[in-house]
């Protein structure tokens, strides 16, 4: 099939090029040109494992290529509508923006019969409205809501075998005529056992924010639990371990440590919040805002824990962040708590030197202000204590006696929760986790 992707961001090169690599011809829009330039040149803008050798692979094939034109889309069966839906400034509800300019720029180049699917993550009640502008252009075309579900840094092997497919459609319906058109952009993973759920528009805008709300809530609580541990002497880590083989709870994202961050789950649970309260049930989320309130209260604590770590006073101290990032293998670093907490550190008075594997670029034009080094080794050097804050494998796997011999006192805060205690406490480190005695 022939397919357009509307906005080139995250999410949208991520679904271009592994719709090619499903086979389709598809071209990428994106009204940002050096966007465009990297990506037509295979290279990703921004860091995800695999992307570059896909976009490398299909683009050879020919079935790829990328413009900021939009009237390239004409011609195209289906048009996916994947730009972003940030926090609109100063309020939690979510700036729709750039969904209404897509959606505007795309409705001249429709044909009869064509298929416009929505991904971005919207409030609900907007494929509704976008529905009867896209009828109302031509009476043919139908709006699908089709939800995405990436992880950053799985995004590839979640887009090409997903664990869920939603179809949000006007009446439904299973027999609408849009779902068998998306049946075949997708058959590849449908064939390989890929489960689909089809339903209504409102529905199916709510997954999104429903899945992210339910796992932010999900941290919040061991993180709520962490606090509760370390004022009774009590360790979360086994708490999550005891609680977790309920299969009822399972023990995925009920690890505590400095909270969630990225570029979805805050502003998507504030822009869940302010939705409610727009259609009158706002008392139904009014718990999303403790999980909020914990989530940044997290960034604060560590603060605290590293004052004490060095004895009563961050003035002057030498403190090296180990990662930026908000997650490992992603260089994302919107709303990053260890990045929020750099900075807190340096503002009380720490000599604060930042280092991260693929985030410092973006970390730099965030927090300017900071001092950021790409070596590990050297980072460390003279440090009076280190803070993990993003769990990537070379930080987990640091030697406590080698780098023992770099630091000026041998103290590091485990914000992850993720180091060997005993391990770091026999290499002669004071050690500090999370919600850990």
């Not at 300019?101 to 409705?107: I, M, N, P």
């Not at 075998?161 to 939603?166: A, H, L």
């Not at 070379?394 to 005993?422: F, H, K, M, Q």
Request: aromatic share 6%; net charge negative; proline share 4%.
């Amino acid at each position: 099939m022939r397919i357009s992707v509307i906005g080139c961001g995250y999410l949208g090169a991520v679904h271009a090029a592994c719709m090619a690599k499903l086979g389709h011809d598809v071209i990428g829009i994106d009204v940002d040109a050096r966007k465009i330039d990297s990506l037509s040149a295979a290279k990703a803008p921004f860091f995800e494992p695999g992307l570059e050798d896909l976009l490398e692979d299909v683009q050879s094939t020919g079935r790829l290529s990328f413009t900021t034109d939009m009237s390239a889309a004409a011609g195209s069966q289906v048009h996916f509508i994947c730009v972003g839906t940030p926090q609109k400034k100063g309020e939690n509800g979510a700036d729709l923006t750039y969904v209404d300019a897509a959606v505007s720029g795309l409705l001249e180049h429709l044909a009869p019969g064509d298929i416009v699917v929505g991904k971005s993550t919207v409030p609900v009640g907007t494929a509704s409205r976008l529905s009867e502008l896209i009828r109302a252009q031509e009476s043919t075309a139908h709006l699908v809501w089709n939800p995405e579900f990436l992880r950053e840094g799985h995004a590839v092997s979640d887009t090409l075998s997903p664990d869920r497919f939603v179809y949000g459609v006007v009446d439904g319906s299973e027999d609408h005529p849009a779902v068998s058109v998306l049946d075949e952009v997708y058959a590849a993973p449908l064939s390989a056992g890929t489960p689909r759920l089809i339903t209504d528009h409102p529905t199916a805008e709510l997954v999104k924010t429903a899945a992210n709300s339910f796992l932010a809530t999900k941290i919040s609580f061991i993180n709520a639990m962490a606090e509760l541990c370390e004022a009774a002497g009590a360790d979360v880590t086994r708490l999550a371990d005891a609680i977790g083989m309920d299969d009822r709870i399972g023990r995925k994202f009920l690890n505590a440590g400095i909270g969630f961050g990225g570029g979805c789950l805050p502003k998507d649970i504030r822009a869940f919040m302010a939705r409610a309260g727009e259609l009158g049930a706002d008392q139904a989320l009014t718990f999303l805002r403790e999980v909020d309130s914990i989530n940044m209260r997290r960034r604060t604590r560590v603060v605290e824990l590293t004052r004490e770590l060095c004895g009563g006073t961050l003035l002057g101290r030498r403190i090296t962040v180990l990662g930026a990032a908000f997650k490992p293998e992603s260089d994302d670093v919107r709303d990053s708590p260890a990045l929020s907490i750099a900075a807190q550190l340096q503002l009380q008075g720490a000599v604060v030197t930042v280092t991260d594997p693929k985030a410092l670029a973006n970390a730099a034009k965030r927090f300017p202000e900071l001092h950021y080094e790409t070596e590990t080794n050297i980072s460390v050097e003279k440090a009076d204590a280190l803070l993990l804050l993003t769990e990537w494998p070379e930080y987990r796997n640091l030697d406590p006696y080698e780098l023992g011999g770099r630091v000026s006192a041998r103290r590091i805060l485990d914000g992850r929760n993720v180091l060997n205690a005993e391990k770091w406490r026999a290499a002669g480190w004071t050690y500090r986790g999370l919600g850990r005695p």
